[in-house]
């Protein structure tokens, strides 16, 4: 499916070096993300560094890399506004018990009902997302503060410098694969920069970096019920979204890397994750794509590269503010440019007109959801859209054929599923009032999937009844039985060639 750039097998001098990488990437997406937000840029920098470390230690997908997110960042926006820092904080540490209760009871495994499709159009979304996000770099305040595209020299010196960045990492793996490309690419781009002394934006450009470690505290939030119910809806939203942002990653990352992570124990690592962060000032995040593309094309395969990367960000914090303040943005787009290319699914330009029109549309859809929107939205728009039409086929699938057998009775042969999409056809196929006395409804060639269908057959019943015609049911399922009320002694079942299936139904145990 997906293919990623060579890379060794996992070792620590793999680990510790594409972890290095991860955290100069992670700089500006945090700073960038925490202005998003409306908070300090070093609420966005400590839940890099918590949310990073706590799911690199515990979480199910070594080697994915987690921190702040603009996914959850413009969530956050309307509930900073009105409600200050301190909400944010009680949210976050609500959200990551949602998470935490989630993974408990093992809700991670319906992430295999994402099709693949829906999945296609994730990848593709969040590629433009991240190129679209590099887009602010190539952006200058004027005299009035107003942000204006750069021209002239300035422009040149940008794209040059990303162009330089994206030839070394593409070509290096070429000579050697000792140390990480991109870590290499970056390094040389810094110290030509700082060098020739060249004029261009610089991670020192967005905000100061310094800072001291996280203090714990609690949220300064009154604790009632008003307040309860104003995080919680952004508590649930912020839960879901960083879910399944976390979980279609570590399905990305498995498809990577051949390998299988936990979708259940990833989602408490990241509630676990969130909690802490809330109590120590961060703003809560989830899984990256793009750190996480960035550390598995760079070697990274082992929990060692997540918690590296956490810890070289906390480092730059404590320690190295004024060096990395001094690497040029041009060396971090051309970066994330990388990742863009290598995350974009390509081959959807080619499968489009091979696959059917439904599945294109849907891969179309979740991409241009997952830019304008959100993720969550997306993803959730996306599984409804493949339901529907998975029902409207199948429905088209229900076959009944009709014959006089040697009694003088009429039987009706059903071929196909029986389910809420396919019940109008089936009760549409009956002719009640010309039937005769004795009629025979024959499910050996059909399956009865829901409710809706049981309550067909219910309906049937009652209308043979209503009559004075006699129904015969046969070789309908035994579940399927003890919730027809109206049918009573009409159903017929014949044990010894009864096929064994089960109706998905509610009231089933």
Not at 4 to 23: C, E, F, M, Q, Y
Not at 86 to 112: D, H, N, S
Not at 212 to 228: A, K, N, R, S, Y
Request: charge should be negative; proline fraction near 4%.
């Amino acid at each position: 499916m997906f293919e990623p750039h060579a890379a060794p097998t996992r070792n620590i001098k793999n680990d510790v070096l594409s972890g290095l990488t991860v955290a100069l990437a992670l700089v500006p997406e945090a700073v960038a993300f925490a202005f998003v937000a409306g908070v300090e840029p070093l609420v966005g920098l400590y839940a890099a560094f918590m949310v990073g470390l706590i799911t690199a230690v515990i979480g199910g997908r070594p080697g994915m890399i987690s921190g702040a997110t603009g996914a959850l960042a413009v969530v956050m926006v309307a509930l900073v506004a009105d409600h200050g820092v301190e909400y944010l904080f009680a949210t976050v540490v609500l959200m990551g018990i949602i998470q935490v209760t989630a993974g408990i009871f093992k809700l991670g495994k319906f992430i295999r009902m994402v099709p693949y499709p829906v999945m296609l159009g994730f990848v593709n979304g969040l590629a433009i997302v991240i190129f679209l996000a590099q887009m602010e770099s190539f952006q200058t305040p004027d005299a009035e503060g107003v942000l204006q595209w750069m021209s002239g020299n300035a422009l040149w010196v940008m794209l040059g410098l990303v162009a330089l960045t994206m030839a070394i990492i593409h070509y290096l793996p070429k000579l050697t694969t000792a140390v990480p490309s991109s870590l290499v690419a970056i390094v040389v781009v810094s110290l030509l920069v700082i060098g020739i002394d060249l004029e261009t934006k610089t991670v020192g450009d967005i905000a100061s970096i310094a800072g001291g470690l996280p203090d714990f505290h609690i949220p300064m939030v009154p604790f009632t019920l008003e307040t309860l119910w104003i995080i919680l809806p952004y508590a649930v939203i912020l839960a879901a979204i960083g879910l399944i942002e976390s979980l279609l990653t570590l399905t990305l990352i498995d498809e990577l890397t051949e390998t299988r992570g936990r979708g259940n124990k990833e989602c408490i690592a990241q509630g676990t994750a969130n909690i802490a962060t809330g109590f120590f000032g961060g703003m809560g995040g989830c899984a990256m794509i793009g750190q996480s593309m960035i550390n598995v094309n760079s070697g990274g395969r082992g929990r060692l590269s997540g918690i590296t990367a956490a810890l070289a960000l906390l480092a730059f914090i404590l320690f190295a503010s004024d060096l990395i303040e001094q690497i040029p943005l041009a060396a971090l787009v051309g970066v994330m440019f990388i990742v863009v290319i290598g995350t974009f699914e390509w081959s959807s330009f080619r499968i489009l007109k091979k696959v059917p029109p439904a599945d294109a549309f849907i891969l179309i859809l979740v991409s241009g959801i997952t830019v304008a929107t959100d993720l969550a939205v997306a993803v959730i728009v996306g599984v409804i859209v493949s339901a529907l039409v998975f029902a409207w086929e199948h429905a088209k699938h229900l076959q009944i054929t009709s014959f006089i057998n040697e009694a003088g009775g009429k039987v009706y042969e059903l071929h196909g599923p029986l389910f809420f999409a396919s019940v109008k056809n089936f009760g549409e196929q009956f002719d009640v009032h010309n039937d005769p006395d004795d009629v025979v409804v024959e499910f050996k060639h059909s399956r009865v999937y829901d409710h809706s269908a049981i309550e067909a057959i219910d309906a049937l019943a009652e209308r043979y009844l209503k009559a004075n015609k006699r129904l015969h049911l046969r070789h309908i399922s035994p579940e399927c039985q003890k919730l027809l009320t109206k049918a009573g002694d009409l159903v017929e079942v014949n044990v010894i060639e009864d096929p064994k299936y089960h109706v998905a139904d509610d009231q089933l145990g």
